[in-house]
Nanobody, 122 residues
Framework: VQLVESGGGSVEVGGSLTLSCVAS????????LGWFRQIPDREREGVAS???????RYAASVKGRFTISTDNAKNSLYLQMNNLKPEDSAMYYC??????????????????WGQGTQVTVS
């Protein structure tokens, strides 16, 4: 499966953005999906994940502000980000894997990754 993110950009503190990840090559309904972020010289951080049963998992730092969702008809994954903070600035990546059963923020389990979209909050 191929993943392409979009929706990143620059936003003021307290603002909102919605990231999209469109999949091709396979239907993602049976995949575990995740959003990750990374800033230079830092480890990649799991942000949110959703599995094929629509169970979700969030990093403590984003819980209550971010919402992960899917639209199987559009074969797409989304990340709604509200009340953005400067520390949310990073490159955001979507990831997918059909073998993962439960939502997880462990990046090593995901086989497929997008190219990333930059989010800057200031």
């Amino acid at each position: 499966v191929q993943l392409v993110e979009s929706g990143g950009g620059s936003v003021e503190v307290g603002g909102s953005l919605t990231l999209s990840c469109v999949a091709s090559g396979d239907t993602i309904g049976r995949y575990c999906l995740g959003w990750f972020r990374q800033i230079p010289d830092r480890e990649r951080e799991g942000v949110a994940s959703i599995d094929s049963l629509s169970s979700t998992r969030y990093a403590a730092s984003v819980k209550g502000r971010f919402t992960i969702s899917t639209d199987n008809a559009k074969n797409s994954l989304y990340l709604q980000m509200n009340n953005l903070k400067p520390e949310d600035s990073a490159m955001y990546y979507c990831a997918a894997d059909p073998r993962v059963v439960s939502a997880t923020l462990e990046d090593w389990v995901y086989s497929f990754w997008g190219q990333g979209t930059q989010v800057t909050v200031s």
